[in-house]
């Protein structure tokens, strides 16, 4: 089964990539841009071929180790 | 691609060969080639694996010397430093592909220079990289910049090696074309230097370190091609840098040297597989059969020719003694790297690669490396350019001018660059970037290795021989002002089209003179890489041959640098002025002239001042120590007075010598010194039948010249600081 | 002193670290490696500079779950001093052992230099050889030093002293420009409630010698050896 | 309106952070994990009004500046 993770800064938390960006973006002459948030994105390619337990798997990796809990949220979608 | 294409003429022209190479390689095969069989030919006949254009030109560099331990030839040149050490080293061109990709691009150059100096046995123990930009107000410099420099820290910071010197140059004439030249310095005992000669038909073959995936197949051949728009929208699949995987790499292939295992060791660089079978075979005067269904690959479905060319990174090809295939995968697996058999050496002298049992390759290895087109080209020498004379040319205020050449692209402080290098991992970096050279401690005893890369591709384009020869002289004299004994030299060859012949007549004359300036100072030429066809829609770059120096410090306590430590110090001219201004840094920036012959060089005077220069510093006569180079004298003094935060009172311009020609003059051989024993330094190099004058005294916080203009250093660090932040910004 | 240095695959500045603590001690650290299940006893636990596993998917968060990790909490349970410096440091806050986290600095941009720090506190076990407010000067070499945590974190932190060391400018006055990656409050160390836990961003291993970088660093481990000979 | 943006390798790219992430999640006793991909996603906030308007511009934000096209590819959606 295949399994995407979107991890993001919880909000509140401050995202100096994201303003970089976003200056970047302003200086490049794109108007408009308000804000700009950054996080991560991963395709995970799984053995398992039961849909439940594939997302149990995934959301405990993501506990343990594919986000910062502290600082990040996460979602999992299995396809 | 399908094994059986056809060998079409338009295949053969795609694959870079002219009708007489393919007629040759036809020759050789004595049949029709498989196009797996073409790729190889292909790259091999390239001219960066090759040098099919230099190599009659390279053999007339002086390679050997009491302390050679390995010339040109092998993966990186080592020479003796006592205590049973060699310093190991080379440089190397990503100049192509950080065009495409900056960050990639130039990463990977980093990771395949260092894989080069670890292949020899040795731990690398710094980093240099030499860098050329196109013009600041090209659209794509600031992003080449970001990227290149970003690229070259992400994977020197990542694998823990400092990166502790360089030069960065801006000019148009690399619009379409930057140089990334990468070079790395590594230890290793003396008596165990690894080389890369197959030896021992029956023993295996074995492939280590990262997959192989479809990465930067046709890298060679594209290093070895002019740009056009078109190859850019091409985008061949580039590489991308894993510095992590490289680190365990070498500690690895480190750990495994330790063992009494291998015969012989070779990265995958350039023409990945292909070039490193090749050459282990060609060195060892044998052949070598591989299969390539146990090639550890990371993509499904790759052909043997994309096996053969692909140029995935952090991999090494390695011969081992019988029965030692079981120490090497115990240590890969430990450092979880894939180890795999995937051939053996033959006795047949042939290049034989099986798929799925069959044979797809099947190449006579003497013949693809020794018959390879060796090229006479054509060359043409450059027209020899008047002298200019200071009385013709643009009078400013050496202040106004001093401020202006401190803030412009080329003498800009690079801060903003190391800033992002981690320089300093180790803790054996003694002089730090921004100096003449970098000194790095060899561990466990009480030397240093002095080390720096330099080139003036103003005085190279005005005439060949002179920068060439200019190019060696700088290093050395980088080297000695820190203290060290320059030992040898590694170069990389940056140049346009050679088919060319005014390209080719700058390529002979910049040969020319560094060969000659090599041996004059006994400072053989040790390693290097040449990279041609730099240009862009026959747009040549200025012929750009970097060259990377490294010299011994016996005692590292000896070093001095180049900041100003006290007031009150005299500050003494060593080497004679005469104001020379052709193809100087002031004509350029302050007249808008890129033009007039460069600095003439004497050798016997290099050589003769900077044994005194040395001999001061050592004997601990001077407090601080300056090369002068690009902006002559008063930039010179103003780097001394930044760096240490103390400013300077200046005497006059010598009767006879127009003020802008005195500050600013190029003439070579020039060293100031800070010295608290001006009648010893003065005694010393009267003995030694150099010149030597007080120029003025260390003071307070401003440089002030005799009638008194004056600028603060405040003022100063801030114009000199302030371009490449805000460039960037 | 006995230390153990514990190095993960990618660990750079073991090496550093290793010198500056014999320096200090006199006695050569033992070096234990990521899959070591049991760490023997030791005076204190170092967890040194670097990239562990090429500080993919976050610096710090997969060497943080290496078996020789679950050694070291056990042991910093008990009580053993534990130091982590520059990736180290981010390692600890991924494994839990100190608060707040590490993000990219505020340049997006691997920032080595010399800065100052101002030592917040002289009483522990890491800062014994200095004096409350004493201005050091070591260097940072880092991508990811921007330190973060939540103002109920930050407040404890504050109230319990637990800030140790601050980037300032060389005359001790805080400064932005004197943080060079926009931690908060310009944090650059922080102990742990018993302050029996030390994490940095600066490299005081790398100032430890006259003639590289200079001694201002060697006070931390003189402080170490002062208060566990 | 809002843009989301999914930025991921090209197959066929090296993707050392995905294989260093599937060891790492092997090592800690998660089975079955075949392959790892890692890509970023980034969120926008912008403040044009006109859903084709705001695509167009964020692709070109895509191409100049959030991906780097040599390779990668994006994925951009306006809600
Ligand atoms: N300009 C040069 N001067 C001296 N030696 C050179 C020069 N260019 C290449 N060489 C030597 O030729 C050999 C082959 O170099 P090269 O093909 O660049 O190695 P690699 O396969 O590692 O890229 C090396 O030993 C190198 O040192
Ligand atoms: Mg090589």
């Not at chain 3, 076990?125 to 050091?136: D, H, R, S, W």
């Amino acid at each position: 089964m295949k399994a995407t993770v979107h991890v993001t800064l919880k909000p509140g938390v401050l995202d100096p990539q994201g303003v970089a960006i976003g200056h970047a973006l302003t200086g490049l002459g794109f108007a408009g841009v308000n804000s700009v948030r950054m996080g991560k994105f991963l395709e995970l390619d799984l053995a398992e071929t039961d849909r439940a337990k594939a997302e149990a798997a995934v959301k405990a990796m993501c506990e343990k180790l594919l986000a910062n809990t502290v600082i990040e949220s996460y979602r999992v979608e299995i396809r | 691609m399908i094994p059986n294409t056809k060998i079409t003429a338009e295949v053969v022209q795609e694959h870079g060969l002219t009708e007489d190479e393919y007629a040759l390689l036809l020759k050789i095969m004595d049949r029709e080639p498989t196009l797996a069989e073409l790729g190889i030919f292909s790259v091999m006949w390239s001219e960066h694996c090759s040098y099919k254009s230099s190599r009659v030109w390279l053999k007339t560099f002086p390679t050997s010397g009491p302390k050679v331990l390995q010339g040109p030839g092998e993966n990186a040149g080592a020479v003796d430093i006592g205590d049973g050490l060699a310093a190991v080293f080379k440089i190397e061109s990503h100049n192509h592909p950080s065009f495409i990709e900056p960050y990639q691009g130039a990463a990977t150059g980093v990771g395949g220079i260092l894989r080069d100096v670890f292949t020899m046995g040795a731990r690398p123990i710094a980093n240099l990289n030499a860098l050329r930009f196109g013009d600041p107000k090209h659209p794509k410099t600031r992003h080449l910049v970001s990227g290149v420099v970003a690229g070259i820290g992400g994977y020197g910071n990542c694998i823990g090696v400092p990166t502790v010197a360089g030069e960065t140059n801006f000019h148009p004439s690399y619009n379409g074309n930057i140089l990334v030249n990468a070079m790395t310095v590594g230890l290793a005992r003396a008596d165990r230097i690894f080389k890369a000669a197959a030896r021992g038909p029956g023993n295996r073959v074995l492939y280590v370190g990262a997959k192989t995936g479809r990465d930067g197949i046709h890298g060679a051949t594209m290093a070895s091609a002019e740009f056009t728009e078109e190859s850019e929208a091409k985008r061949p699949t580039v590489q991308v840098g894993d510095p992590f995987t490289e680190k365990l790499l070498l500690e690895a292939c480190l750990e495994l040297m330790a063992e009494d295992a291998i015969v012989a060791i070779q990265d995958m660089g350039a023409a990945g597989l292909t070039s490193s079978s090749v050459e282990m075979a060609a060195r060892g005067g044998l052949g070598i059969e591989l299969n390539i269904d146990h090639v550890p690959m990371r993509e499904t479905g790759m052909t043997t020719y994309e096996v053969m060319l692909s140029e995935s990174q952090e991999r090494m090809l390695l011969v081992v003694k019988p029965g030692a295939e079981k120490i090497a995968e115990r240590i890969f697996k430990k450092w979880e790297l894939d180890c795999a058999d995937i051939g053996v050496v033959t006795e047949t002298g042939r290049l034989v690669v099986k798929k799925d049992g069959k044979v797809e390759i099947d190449i006579p290895v003497a013949p693809l490396v020794d018959q390879s087109p060796l090229y006479r080209r054509p060359h043409v020498p450059s027209p020899k350019r008047p002298e200019i004379k200071a009385a013709n040319t643009k009078v400013v205020e050496p202040v106004a001018a001093l401020k202006q050449l401190m803030g412009c692209p080329d003498l800009a402080s690079k801060r903003w660059i190391w800033d992002q290098y981690d320089h300093l991992v180790g803790n054996d970096t003694i002089q730090t970037p921004g100096g003449d050279a970098a000194v790095v401690r060899v561990r466990d005893t009480r030397k240093a290795l002095a080390m720096v890369v330099d080139c003036t591709p103003r005085y190279c384009v005005a005439d060949p021989k002179t920068g060439g020869m200019q190019a060696v002289v700088e290093t050395w004299r980088n080297l000695t002002a820190v203290g060290a004994e320059p030992i040898a030299i590694t170069d990389n060859l940056n140049f346009g089209n050679p088919q060319r012949p005014e390209i080719m007549g700058q390529i002979v004359g910049c040969i020319e003179g560094m060969g000659e300036a090599c041996r004059a100072l006994d400072y053989p030429v040790i390693s290097g890489n040449v990279s041609l066809y730099n240009e862009t829609n026959g747009q040549g770059i200025l012929p750009t041959p970097v060259v990377g120096g490294v010299g011994l410090l016996d005692e590292y306590t000896q070093t001095v640098g180049l900041a100003l430590k006290n007031a009150g110090c005299a500050l003494v001219l060593i080497g004679e002025t005469k104001g020379w201004l052709g193809a100087s840094l002031y004509l350029r920036e302050i007249a808008g002239w890129e033009e007039g012959a460069p600095p003439p060089i004497d050798l016997a005077v290099e050589r003769k001042t900077g044994d005194l220069v040395r001999g001061l510093v050592r004997g601990g006569k001077v407090e601080a120590c300056h090369d002068l180079s690009d902006g002559g004298l008063l930039v010179g003094i103003a780097e001394m007075a930044l760096a240490g935060g103390i400013g300077a009172k200046l005497e006059a311009a010598p009767k006879g010598t127009p003020d802008h020609a005195w500050w600013f003059g190029e003439d070579q051989a020039r060293y100031v010194v800070a010295t608290a024993d001006l009648d010893g330094v003065l005694a010393t190099a009267k003995a030694a039948g150099v010149p030597a004058r007080v120029i003025g005294e260390t003071a307070g916080a401003s440089l002030t010249l005799a009638g008194g203009s004056a600028i603060s250093l405040d003022e100063l660090r801030s114009i000199h600081e302030g371009w490449l932040p805000k460039y960037m910004s | 002193m006995k230390a153990a240095v514990v190095s993960f695959p990618g660990s750079n500045r073991e090496r550093d670290i290793m010198m500056a603590l014999e320096r200090a001690s006199g006695v050569k650290p033992s070096l234990l490696w990521h899959g070591d299940t049991e760490i023997p006893d030791t005076d204190l636990i170092v967890v040194p500079g670097g990239f562990s596993y090429g500080d993919y998917l976050r610096c710090g968060a997969m060497a943080a779950h290496s078996p020789v990790m679950k050694a070291l909490k056990e042991k910093a349970a008990k009580g053993t001093p534990v130091l982590g410096v520059c990736n180290g440091f981010q390692i600890l806050v991924e494994a839990g052992l100190l608060p707040g986290a590490l993000m990219r600095n505020a340049s997006l941009k691997f920032v080595c230099r010399q800065v100052h720090l101002r030592v917040e506190d002289s009483q522990s076990l890491f800062t014994n050889a200095y004096e409350k407010g004493q201005v050091i000067r070591v260097p940072v070499a880092h991508a990811e030093g921007n330190y973060t945590a939540d103002e109920d974190t930050l407040k404890h932190l504050e109230d319990r002293g637990l800030v140790a060391f601050r980037y300032v400018a060389p005359d001790g006055s805080l400064a932005p420009e004197a943080n060079p990656n926009g931690s908060t409050r310009a944090i650059a160390g922080i102990f742990n409630d018993s302050k029996t836990v030390l994490g940095l961003m600066p490299h005081p291993e790398d100032a430890t010698d006259p003639h590289a970088g200079g001694m201002d660093g060697f006070g931390m481990f003189k402080s170490l050896v002062n208060a566990l000979h």
